[in-house]
Every structure is written in C-alpha cells, then in structure tokens.
C-alpha cells in the first residue's frame, strides 16, 4: 500500500540554523512528490514538487528537497531559518490513480530566537 | 492565487441538522476534491470530482455526499451533522496536465457540531 511517513509531528530549530524536515513514501507508480505549507488558519501552498528530471528541486521561501529513489525519501531543507517559516508542513505522494495523493501527517515547524 | 472560495469559512450548527459546504472555483478546472483535517490525521480525502456529475468516494467518506452540477460549484453535504465531523474543511482543484500538476486550495472552513 502506498503511504507517506513524516518523522517528528514537531521540529524546533534556532532562527539561522538549518531546517530539515523528513518524509520517507511508499509508491507502487513512479513517485510524483510534493511539499506544502500551512500558516495558521490558512489553506496549503505549494511549496515546491518533483516529478521527473532533476532529483534536487528548488521551491519558494528558499526551501529545497531532494529526491533519493534508494532511500525512498524527499526531506525538505532550508539553509536559515527565519521566524516567518514558523508552519506546518505536509509531505505528499500521487496515488496509482493519478486523481489522489495520499498526505503525510504534517510536521509544524517551531523557530526559537 | 487560485480562485478558490470556501463558504461558509465558520459554521458552528446541531447535532442531526444537515449541512451543505460549497467550493467555488474560477479556474475552469476539472478536477475538485474535499478534505478534512484533523489533528494527528493529516489531510483526509473525502470525495473528488473528475468532471460535472462524476465524482467518487475517498477515504472517509461516511456521512458526507457530494454534488458537481457546474464546473465552478463543489459541494459537500453532512446529511445529519455528528460530532465527530468537527473539523477544519478543504476544497482543492486541480488542472489538466496529469497527475504531476499540484492541487491548490482554498482556505477553509471551520465547521463544529455541538
């Protein structure tokens, strides 16, 4: 069954210091993978998404992630974090479908000064 | 931004009433899900759209029933509102292109069922 694990519902990381933030997936199709933000009391943004190419992708607020099919991991980085990164963040995977993805659990990302 | 409204964006209502959420859209897209998002859970899909009058079941879709009458109209309905469908309530759409295209989402209503 395909799935999508997110370790640490909550990751604590000093303003400056490099966020990381992981997601491992089980996929039975080619991976299509993606990440997304939530502020509170907002909807999802994208953050950035790999489908095929380059295994190292570039998104928006400087975050990146890279695509390693032997680990079967997509862990999202950033080099400094800053108070506005301060979310959730939601790790997911198409489904055999092509309609659906299947959603990891979200991890919220706290920024200490 | 995508054109994405959700309304209402709060609902506080009684155990038994029914309930009707609606997802409009400007984009002309296809493809229209709902979720629900609960503490712990994630997002939860529970019913897509792949067209006017075609749509399926998600993973929890108990309790809920959906109509697409219109390509910018979504709605979900709760035939007899429990409490257990307290939650925070997405509508998403998503473009042709295959299944590489991102979903993009409204900002939600808050729905609680006292």
């Known amino acids: 069954a395909q799935s999508v694990t997110q370790l640490g519902s909550h990751v604590s990381v000093s303003e400056g210091a490099l966020v990381l933030l992981r997601c491992n997936y089980s996929s039975s199709v080619p991976p299509y993978l993606f990440w997304y933000v939530q502020y509170p009391n907002q909807g999802l943004q994208l953050l950035l998404k790999?489908?095929?190419?380059a295994t190292l992708v570039k998104g928006i607020n400087g975050f990146e992630a890279e695509f390693k099919k032997s680990e079967t991991s997509f862990h999202l980085t950033k080099p400094s974090a800053h108070m506005s990164d301060a979310a959730e963040y939601f790790c997911?995977?198409?489904?055999?479908?092509?309609?659906?993805?299947?959603w990891g659990a979200g991890t919220k990302l706290i920024i200490k000064p | 931004d995508a054109g994405i409204t959700q309304s209402p964006r709060h609902k506080v209502t009684e155990t038994g009433t029914p309930v009707t959420l609606r997802c409009h859209q400007t984009e002309n897209h296809r493809y229209m899900y709902w979720y629900r998002q609960d503490p712990g859970h994630g997002l939860r899909l529970i019913h897509y759209s792949y067209g006017v009058k075609d749509t399926d079941k998600g993973e929890v879709s108990d309790g809920y029933s959906v109509s697409r009458s219109k390509t910018e109209d979504f709605l979900l309905t709760l035939e007899s509102a429990t409490s257990s469908q307290t939650s925070v309530y997405f509508c998403?759409?998503?473009?042709?292109?295959?299944?590489?295209?991102?979903?993009?989402f409204g900002d939600g209503t808050r729905l609680s069922i006292l």
């Open positions: 998403a759409i998503r473009g042709e292109g295959g299944s590489n295209q991102p979903q993009h």
């Open positions: 997911a995977v198409r489904l055999d479908s092509n309609y659906q993805l299947i």
């Open positions: 790999y489908t095929t190419g």
